[in-house]
T-cell receptor
Framework: GESVGLHLPTLSVQEGDNSIINCAYS??????FIWYKQESGKGPQFIID?????DKRQGQRVTVLLNKTVKHLSLQIAATQPGDSAVYFC????????????FGQGTRLTINP | DGGITQSPKYLFRKEGQNVTLSCEQN?????MYWYRQDPGQGLRLIYY???????QKGDIAEGYSVSREKKESFPLTVTSAQKNPTAFYLC????????????FGPGTRLTVL
């Protein structure tokens, strides 16, 4: 079935470097995408979102890119800090029917000192 | 403080027992959701409610039940019919202002002894 997935389950970067977390989606009816950050033992925390009529959106140290042609979503984190270590999930809202989010498996980001 | 609370944080259950997980929000959100998260995996939707006194099954509703008698409360009961209930349970809510974004509580970790 159609689902949200991730290219890489784990990612390690040096502190201060930029990181890119990727997400592939297959549902052409998705109209909204969200990135969440989940620290160990806690609930997911909203980071940034993007509508399907946009291709880029920036926040504080984070940028989300959307490529609808290849159905690809990415989260860029600039100048990573130890506090960025977490699991990152992408989620898509499927515009048909009830408002539900479909979540990917997640990517674990580890920041090395 | 405004937000979503879940209780208890940790819950232990003997096989054959029903347990109820609490979820309360004071955000005046109409929609509420319950997810299950297993180690190293994404979130799977159990039940959701878009309005008081109404709820729908998600992708893995078997062995679970919910009620939505009040706007701010959406308790989840894990019944003895749920064969593998040990997991991390997350409650979320969504308001009209946030459109599609769901905001999560801190989670309840349920362990069956």
């Amino acid at each position: 079935g159609e689902s949200v997935g991730l290219h890489l389950p784990t990612l390690s970067v040096q502190e201060g470097d930029n990181s890119i977390i990727n997400c592939a989606y297959s549902n052409s009816a998705s109209d909204y995408f969200i990135w969440y950050k989940q620290e160990s033992g806690k609930g997911p925390q909203f980071i940034i979102d993007i509508r399907s009529n946009m291709d880029k959106r920036q926040g504080q140290r984070v940028t989300v890119l959307l490529n609808k042609t290849v159905k690809h979503l990415s989260l860029q984190i600039a100048a990573t800090q130890p506090g960025d270590s977490a699991v990152y999930f992408c989620a898509e809202n499927i515009s048909q029917g009830a408002q539900k989010l479909v979540f990917g498996q997640g990517t674990r980001l580890t920041i090395n000192p | 403080d405004g937000g979503i609370t879940q209780s208890p944080k940790y819950l232990f259950r003997k096989e054959g027992q029903n347990v109820t997980l609490s979820c309360e929000q004071n955000l005046n959100h109409d929609a509420m959701y319950w997810y299950r998260q297993d180690p190293g995996q994404g979130l799977r939707l159990i039940y959701y409610s878009q309005i008081v006194n109404d709820f729908q099954k998600g992708d893995i509703a078997e062995g679970y039940s919910v009620s939505r008698e009040k706007k701010e409360s959406f308790p989840l009961t894990v019944t003895s019919a749920q064969k593998n209930p040990t997991a991390f349970y997350l409650c979320a809510s969504r308001g009209q202002a946030s459109q599609y974004t769901q905001y999560f509580g801190p989670g309840t970790r349920l362990t069956v002894l």
